[in-house]
């Protein structure tokens, strides 16, 4: 017959002595910090912090498997640009407004800009117009919402004009160009919702394209500002945001990167690399950004690193696809990886990178690459991208239901 086993009482002193319930280095050593106690309150906090730091790095290393062995590559034939070729094209997950947005240009027809939305990110809206014929294959932007609205930026190219296209809503279906003009920019390169100072932001060149500007409107593109501490001769191709005061703005030059850690509206200085930066990613579960090259090498920066080079992953890639706790790297044989090989980039014990096996290869039909204008961020559960020279709809789904 089962027996109870013996109750154990532990006593504490209640001096308030410093040894009276401080961890012994036993204790610490199995994980305690030193400032937890051992009483009934501390060992839970404690067992919870084990319990959710175990399921924090198993939630990291096991979204990308999954998400690797879980793509659906659909028969929607190229759902964002009326069957022309696809030349530019932006997918992405908008937390704030929980809906897919889409933007496209197709160079077939003029560079038609069209936009998009969606519920889960394969049945998509009708497409919504806001530049026809004359606009360029990379002077748009992807689609961000501040929670009220959805806005898109893209330039008119005969009249080298930029525009700030708003919603009333976080739909597409009536967006228009906003009252404001610009300051400096007519050649739009690329745009975000900034979280940390709730102002819409704007990268672009101007009429001559031989000055980078950087444009700032907190009404919803009624008026536009420039960022006093942010200039360059160079040309800017893409930025992202930490949401907390951090960003990266890569060029599409050798020279004169830029980076801010304390608000877009800083000072933004001078970030030396060599290599020619096609695309820039915050990535959530890294607490990173992720560059690629005009080689398509692939670089991490932490977000409050920038001084240290960045961490180079020893990686080429076709294509990197991005969404919650999962980044996918899509190979490219350019000396160091392997043709259509997935893999992906994880971080543990602060601020180490590593890669993950290799998690599987993709179809040869698969022909996407990383450029400026495509690029694809996901939801906390779906990533969506085309593929083929059909632009078909793929996507993967990964991690517990319920998620977004």
């Known amino acids: 017959m089962p027996t109870n086993p013996p109750k154990v009482t532990t006593t504490f002193a209640t001096d308030g002595g410093a040894d009276a319930a401080t961890p012994s280095s036993a204790e610490i050593g199995t994980g305690f910090r030193a400032n937890d106690t051992t009483d009934f309150n501390q060992t839970l906090n404690y067992s919870l912090n084990r319990l959710c730091g175990w399921g924090d790095f198993l939630g990291k290393t096991l979204a990308p498997d999954i998400a690797a062995r879980n793509i659906t590559w659909t028969d929607i034939e190229d759902p964002f ?8 094209l932006y997918i992405r997950y908008d937390d704030l407004a929980e809906t897919w947005y889409a933007s496209s240009a197709d160079a077939s027809t003029g560079a038609n800009i069209r936009c998009f939305n969606s519920d889960d990110g394969i049945t ?13 294959s990379d002077s748009f932007s992807p689609i961000y919402s501040n929670g009220t609205v959805c806005a898109v930026a893209a330039t008119a190219v005969a009249s080298a004009t930029a525009k700030f296209f708003v919603s009333s809503d976080l739909t597409v279906a009536n967006m228009s160009a906003a009252a404001g003009a610009f300051v400096a920019i007519k050649h739009v390169r690329d745009m975000l919702w900034d979280p940390d100072t709730s102002k819409w932001y704007v990268i672009g ?35 992202a945001t930490d949401g907390l005061g951090f960003a990266w703005c890569v060029m599409d030059d050798s020279t004169s990167h830029r ?109 996407g690459w990383i450029s400026g204008n495509h690029k694809f961020t996901g939801s906390p559960s ?9 632009d078909k709809l793929a996507y993967t789904d990964f991690g517990p239901s319920g998620l977004v």
């Open 382 to 390: 779906r990533i969506v991208w085309t593929y083929g020279s059909l």
């Open 81 to 88: 640009t009326a069957g022309n070729a696809t030349q530019g």
């Open 124 to 136: 998509w809206s009708a497409e919504k117009k806001v530049v026809s014929v004359d606009g360029w």
């Open 205 to 239: 060149l101007n009429a001559g394209k031989t000055q980078g500007y950087l444009e700032w409107s907190d009404d919803n593109g009624a008026t536009w500002n420039n960022v006093a501490g942010f200039s360059t001769t160079n040309n800017p191709r893409a930025f």
């Open 259 to 367: 980076h801010c850690t304390g608000g877009m509206d800083g000072t933004w200085l001078s970030l030396s690399h060599t290599a020619q930066f096609t695309s820039c990613t915050f990535v959530p579960n890294l607490n990173a950004f992720i560059g690629t090259d005009a080689a398509r090498s692939v670089y991490i920066y932490h977000r409050n690193s920038f001084s240290v080079a960045a961490f180079d992953t020893d990686y080429d890639a076709k294509q990197l696809l991005v969404g919650g706790d999962v980044n996918l790297f899509i190979g490219e044989t350019f000396g160091r990886s392997t043709d259509w090989e997935i893999t992906s980039m994880v971080e543990m014990n602060g601020y180490k990178f590593y890669n993950l096996r290799t998690l599987g290869f993709i179809p040869e039909e698969f022909s």
